[in-house]
């Protein structure tokens, strides 16, 4: 906040009085000092020295790019962080364009520093990447349906994220760490309502597309940014989702119920998070959230909107935090932005799978749940799901009675609830995670069984976590933590 009073107090951040100018590679190295730091990012120059002080992770850090192109350390990081509105009074201008060292006389091209041209970057990945998919069209009276051809084998429907909003047509296809889009501007309107169809065992994926009037199209028609192109995953994809219900589930925790616009298809893969954004005094504020599944939200309420247009969300609300307050003030039928689907973990994890252990704290829950709901549906070697479950007080317990009831429902499930400040009342364990929490509750069901253990929750609680695990002889490929 302090942060942006700043950028609003009219004060001249980059000390050239408004002016844009074009930046040289030159210049840019000259710039390399704490109290004089410019960066790149994107192909955008920004004079960071005065938000050295408020970088959440240190001076350093910001000092890592000084005087340099930055545009990979920040991908690297934070690639999630809205950097254009949380700096743009920093922006000092754009790098100049440079003609590339040509690999021979044919190929005199143009590089601008921390972009290359879109030709170049397929290009490249045609080379290093997975091969590049292809698309074509087809219409009848009142279909349009565009099939992409991913050459691909592993690709299900949350592979494929879908939007048409203001004219835009966009579709994107995560093919490892690359996109493939399909990005157009269409000729002709249609209906909100759209859906896709994937034939996972050659990778063909359907989009179909409701014609508003039953004409014929020439065309379906013209090429926007990035069209038929494969890309590193690079920046994130937002759309706009209305607040539909918002629900008390411990003092400080609500169940937030958002709906996906009627023309997006958007489905977030389990152990992923996606980013929320709101506008907050004039600037985009984004933060991460770990959707939830409906299965234990059954326990809660019937009947249960059981549709992928809804995603659910545990948040804590923080009463100093940044974010939170704001995303609580929302009333129903407000807009909260909701980008494309992050995270690393990989449902191959589960392969063959005899014994799942989940260490939670706090909203640390989050992605346990749809980890739970997955495996104990879909994993037949599955032998033992256990969770154990710190928090601060007994009234801090996320959804409490329904662990409880699965676990008296389904025999291979048990939940422990471990509170750091309990009150007299409580009989059950107690403490932080420890040796001697632990080491009883990691037994295997059987002796060699194959094990995963997902641990999240505050960074100091994991990063203990993960040492003690260590300490216990489970390997890293037995260990999954979810980190910031
Ligand atoms: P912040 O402004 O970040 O503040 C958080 C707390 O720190 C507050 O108590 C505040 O008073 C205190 N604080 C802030 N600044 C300072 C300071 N300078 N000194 C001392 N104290 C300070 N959260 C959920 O509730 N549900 C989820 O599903 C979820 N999923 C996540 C997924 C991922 C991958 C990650 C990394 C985090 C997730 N989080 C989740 C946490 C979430 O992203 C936010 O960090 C959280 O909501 C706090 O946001 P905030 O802006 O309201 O609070
Ligand atoms: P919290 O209520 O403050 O803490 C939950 C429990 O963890 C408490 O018992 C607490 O003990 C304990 N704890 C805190 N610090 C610890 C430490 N250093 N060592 C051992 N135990 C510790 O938690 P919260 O406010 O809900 O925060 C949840 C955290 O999870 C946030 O940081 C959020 O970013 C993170 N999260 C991450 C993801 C992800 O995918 N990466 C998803 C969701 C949430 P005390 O109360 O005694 O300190």
Redo the contacts with the bound molecule.
Sequence with gaps: MDWIRLTKSGKDLTGLKGRLIEVTEEELKKHNKKDDCWICIRGLVYNVSPYMEYHPGGEDELMKAAGSDGTDLFDQVHRWVNYESMLKECLVGRMAIKPAVPKDYREEKKVVNGMLPKSQVTDALAKEGPRSPSYDWFQTDSLVTIVIYTKQKDINLDSVIVDHQDDSFRAEIIIKDYSYIIHLGLSHEIQEDLSVRVVENVGKIEIVLKKKENTSWKRLGHPLENHDSLVPKKGLHYRKCQLISKEGVTHD?KLFCLMLPPSTHLQVPIGQ?VYLKLPITGTEIV????PVSDFLLSEVKEPVILNNKYIY????I?P??????ELDHLQIGDFVSVSNPEGNFKISQFQELEDLILLAAG?GF?PMVKILTYALTNIPSLRKVKLMFFNKTEDDIIWRSQLEKLAFKDKRFDVEFVVSAPTSEWNGKRGHISPALLSEFLKRSLDKSKVLVCICGPTPFTEQGIRLLHDLNFSKDEIHS?T?
Aim: aromatic share 24%; charged share 10%.
């Design positions: 925790t998070h933060k991460p959230y770990t969300f545990l948040i804590k923080y100093a935090g940044l974010f939170t307050p909203t989050t979810f910031a």
